[in-house]
């Protein structure tokens, strides 16, 4: 009887107590909401409160963007020696709320920016409104979903040749994908290691015609047809690749390739469904900015950072435009007043 009537009382509870909870938050009104962290939110949030906007960053459970799973950084200026992304995130997130800004943990699930002010709801049930707008939620890199491609994630499996190519000197590595992407990344790669190697799943690349030539004339890249990557391999001390198993889709073959780095290059997906038939967007879901500028098609909404960027997708140009976007709020809300 004691149970049941307990269950009655949370029932009742959650029929009429928590509902009036919910819809009597205080709504959290700022001049400038940022929305991500990473180099591109933290950015913004360091200018916008320098410049006394008193901003509100809301990030998820796990801030820092995707500098929180790369392990040494030598490419991001001012560090004359290796330095630590989650370290570097750290850093960012401590000068932000040095400066004043206001960080909250909370998953936005809604957004409403056809009125003013513009408004976001989180899943806590709290509800933010906002003279301008700045999204910084990043896009995320496709991976294969193997265990031991995690595993060995930040320890020679990258998303990113750029930023990791430079360790790889001398030493044979993998690219996985058909893309122009996978295909830039490999020629990218050649700069560094002895030997690339390419492996597709089908039996011809979905690239360019013009970087398809270039890649078959690169005498250090083999193609690696109808395969596709079964296991990472590698070392625990120190942690590292060692090697990968391929299968072929055809024969069902398995075959061991002795690599140092496995790099996926099959795309990535920007963090955008929240501001769909809101903001202008490609077809691959980035947000479209105007020329020369952060600002979307929606005055007083800021796009920063990979959530906008396909193309360089770099820490130190994510957080170039986190510093865009916060002078253009703050001219934009000293235009509105």
């Keep these: ?19 009036y909870i919910m819809n009597n938050k205080s709504t959290k009104h700022t001049k400038v909401l940022i929305l991500g962290s990473g180099p591109a939110g933290y950015t913004a949030a360091i200018y916008a409160a320098r410049a006394m906007l008193k901003p509100i960053l809301v990030h998820g459970s796990q801030p820092g963007g995707q500098l929180t799973t ?32 206001v960080m909250i943990q ?21 509800i933010y409104t906002a003279d301008s ?12 979903n193997i265990k031991s491609e995690q595993e060995f994630r930040g ?16 030493k044979e590595v993998a690219v996985v994908g058909g893309g122009n992407a996978a295909v830039e990344e490999a020629m990218f790669l050649t700069k560094f290691a002895s030997k690339v190697k ?58 061991e390739l002795k690599v140092h780095g496995l790099f ?17 967007m490609d077809k691959e879901g980035y947000l479209i900015t105007k020329p020369d500028s952060t600002e979307t098609n929606v005055p007083g909404v800021f796009a920063a950072g990979d959530v906008k960027d396909k193309i360089f997708r770099q820490a130190v140009t994510a957080a170039g435009m986190g510093c865009m976007s916060a002078l253009e709020a703050e001219k934009f809300i000293s235009k509105s007043n």
């Design 1 to 19: 009887a004691y149970l049941a009537l307990k269950e009655v009382l949370l029932i009742l509870a959650s029929v009429t107590i928590y509902p």
């Design 70 to 101: 790369t392990t040494d950084v030598e490419n991001y200026p001012g560090y004359s020696k290796v330095i630590q992304g989650p370290w570097l995130m750290d850093e960012m997130k401590g000068q932000a709320e040095a400066v004043g800004t």
């Design 106 to 126: 909370d998953h936005i699930n809604k957004v409403d920016l056809s009125k003013k002010p513009f408004e976001a709801v989180g899943d806590s049930g709290q």
């Design 133 to 144: 707008f700045i999204i910084s939620t990043g896009a995320q890199a496709r991976w294969l």
């Design 155 to 170: 320890y020679g499996v990258s998303a990113c040749a750029t930023c990791d190519g430079f360790f790889f000197k001398d």
């Design 198 to 255: 390419l492996i597709h799943r089908r039996n011809e690349l979905r690239a360019e015609k013009m970087l398809q030539e270039k890649l078959k004339a690169n005498n250090k890249i083999e193609i690696i047809w109808d395969s596709v990557v079964d296991e990472v391999l590698g070392d625990s001390e120190p942690k590292g690749v060692n090697g990968i198993k391929i299968k072929n889709v055809k024969s069902n073959k398995i075959t």
């Design 264 to 280: 996926i290059a099959i795309g990535h997906d920007p963090a955008t469904s929240l501001f769909k038939d809101q903001l202008k």
